[in-house]
T-cell receptor, first 111, second 114 residues
Framework: AQSVTQLDSQVPVFEEAPVELRCNYS??????LFWYVQYPNQGLQLLLK??????LVKGINGFEAEFNKSQTSFHLRKPSVHISDTAEYFC?????????FGAGTRLTVKP | DAGVTQSPTHLIKTRGQQVTLRCSPK?????VSWYQQALGQGPQFIFQ???????QRGNFPDRFSGHQFPNYSSELNVNALLLGDSALYLC?????????????FGQGTRLTVV
């Protein structure tokens, strides 16, 4: 069965600093990987996804992630964060049947 | 395109009662999945419906049941509610075809059991 581990439950960072949110996954089959963002009292919005091809994936709002098969990781990065990036971020893995989420990382951007 | 819509947005029920949550998928989508998100946690997969049949199920008791209609909309039913069922219930739809490569989420239904 597939699973996702988000290595940091909370990440505080100052505005305009770079950030990395870490995600490791396990699966016995080929998978698709996703990052979603959730703002308070809202549903999940897709940031980016890896299906195949280039291991560096660019998403919305300046985020990007790199798929590393040997390390079974899919870390999310942004070179310069804004106050508006404060939210909960979820890494997810899908094997085309169902999607499994990590526990989430709370990103807090401080002025 | 209205995207994925869920109703109601908020709901308060008493222990032991039954509840029905509703979801309309994004236009063109035929697969609907339901998730339970407890406070401070990631979404947990409940089940997925495709062609009016339950295709996959997560680790949830039989008190959780669902239905998909011919227009692809879906309902989630929870019987004999427990305090621990209090959570945000999210519906997600995905496009037809052999590969479900992306799920679009609704805003969720906040269920409070008292």
């Amino acid at each position: 069965a597939q699973s996702v581990t988000q290595l940091d439950s909370q990440v505080p960072v100052f505005e305009e600093a770079p950030v990395e949110l870490r995600c490791n996954y396990s699966s016995s089959v080929s998978v698709y990987l996703f990052w979603y963002v959730q703002y308070p009292n809202q549903g999940l919005q897709l940031l980016l996804k890896y299906l195949s091809g280039s291991t560096l994936v660019k998403g919305i709002n300046g985020f990007e992630a790199e798929f590393n098969k040997s390390q079974t990781s899919f870390h999310l990065r942004k070179p310069s964060v804004h106050i508006s990036d404060t939210a909960e971020y979820f890494c997810a893995v899908s094997d085309n049947n169902d999607m499994r989420f990590g526990a989430g990382t709370r990103l807090t951007v401080k002025p | 395109d209205a995207g994925v819509t869920q109703s109601p947005t908020h709901l308060i029920k008493t222990r032991g009662q039954q509840v029905t949550l509703r979801c309309s998928p994004k236009s063109g989508h035929d697969t609907v999945s339901w998730y339970q998100q407890a406070l401070g946690q990631g979404p947990q997969f409940i089940f997925q419906y495709y062609e009016e049949e339950e295709r996959q199920r997560g680790n949830f008791p039989d008190r959780f049941s669902g239905h998909q209609f011919p227009n692809y909309s879906s309902e989630l039913n929870v019987n004999a509610l427990l305090l621990g069922d209090s959570a945000l219930y999210l519906c997600a739809s995905s496009s037809p075809g052999p590969v479900n490569t992306e799920a679009f989420f609704g805003q969720g239904t906040r269920l409070t059991v008292v």
